[in-house]
């Protein structure tokens, strides 16, 4: 066994190697299980050429330093896609807390590793737990209380990805996603792979895990996920002229997309977001630089995506527009060609709904807005456009297009089909939401009393992402003790509230 006590220049290129080694021989199976945060198959791709970029930067520096310097800066480069951006601020971090060393030792090593975490974390604006940033975490937690003085650059690594192969296999329960699909974080399972590849170089051990035939667990054959509602993944790197602080950059992305991430070091500006209008993005951000890397990646080419060239209907095409995979998956199941789940707080411009809709706007199309607002800019388009082959339903929110979906007949000509939608229109339709408090049945009798769904024959109940099982089980209990009432209970997932109360 190697037993170092500390790491120079040579040794860690060595590791370094072992690591990619690990990673490029289970690419494929990494593109496999990627589903979050877009199932586009190319987790293992974008991880590999990040990690690709800061192996052939390595020259042969005898310092830790020297040699950790010129990795970074390629994977920085490098950097592709969400997860390859997480993974390069992490090993960044390491390098700033050991920079200027000519060794590290297993102690010093372990102590750069929770600054690389909240570097990492730092970047990405909206963390989720379940990825490659908790296994970061939780893999260093469990690591650090076991390495003293005396532990050597060996039993580090055996130690670090023993546990990271821990928190990777409960990353299966820690996210709605990934248990619905029977599969790990594809990102999270890719720094383990890291790990454990330096940990077998140390070990001079030439085999490399090997994901496709290990107990892993693989992903269900039918796929559970809504189709993303932004459609370009964008990335650009950016040498700034304005000096301006993260926060500032960060402010300028909130409401442009999600998945965003951003880095400022130094006079170099980095940042990945999925969005609707990469081009009009870049063009602002123009003004505080010159681009060094450009790169925008439209998701509905993916093979992932294959499915919206495939309609459900003869003559026309459905979209609809709503809260919550769960809600986007009743939908589908009631007739919806591709149900866009709009992520919470999000409003979109008219420009970016016409870029979502190009693929259905050359045919007969049929779109449910969730609300007002999006209803007015989708008639907009209609009309700016002259698009006689666009109908936009007055669907103003989620109960009145289940309702509208549920009655309506798909077999048909597209005009019969409007006709039918405008008699359905004019349905009365009701819809309260509530939050769960602790008085919860007293929310429920204001919201939704019997005088209120006196006129209504049909309830229908969509749970929100966070609401309690024991608050379900009363509102089960509330509505199917009235006879009158067909009642039906949705696992909608919406972020907005605990429960929406619709009636018609």
Known sequence: MNRENSMDGALLCKILAGGFGNLAHNTEYLNEINIFPVSDGDTGTNMKKTFEGGIAALSAEPSFSGAFAAFVKGMLMSS?????????????????????????????????????????????????????LTVMNEGIKRTLPRINGETSITELFDILAGEMFVCVKETLNQMDMLRDNNVLDSGAVGLYLIFDGMKRALHGDVQHFDCGSSNLPERRKVFVKGVSFFRYCTEFTLKTRDV?????????????????????????LKVHIHTNEPQDLMDEFSQYGDFIVKKVDDFFQTEEFEGLKHRKHTGFAIVAFT??????????????????????????TEKGLKELLDGFLKENLIVFPDNKETYKKLKNIQRSSNLKNLYVADSENLSKIFFMLSSLILAGEFKDIIKSLESLEKQQVFQTSIRAKDNFL???????????????????VFGGKDCKPEDI?????YFENNSAIEFTYLDGRQHDSDFIIGAC
């Open 244 to 268: 301006r602080s993260k926060d500032y950059f960060v402010g300028l992305l909130t409401k442009r997309g999600d998945s965003i991430a951003v880095s400022a070091d130094d006079s170099d």
């Open 323 to 348: 809260d919550g995979d769960g809600n986007a998956a009743t939908l589908e199941q009631l007739g919806a060609d591709v149900a866009f789940c709009v992520p919470c707080g999000h409003c979109p």
């Open 80 to 132: 592709r896609g969400h997860s390859g951006f997480i993974l390069s601020q992490f090993f960044s971090g390491i390098y700033e807390y050991t920079e200027g060393k000519d060794t590290v030792s297993a102690a010093g090593l372990s102590s750069a590793l929770p600054h690389a975490y909240q570097k990492a974390y730092e970047a990405v604006l909206k963390p989720v737990e379940g990825t490659m």
């Open 442 to 460: 007293e929310t429920l009798n204001a919201a939704a009393d019997e005088k209120t769904l006196e006129p209504y024959s049909t309830v229908v």
């Open 473 to 477: 089980d009363a509102i089960r209990a």
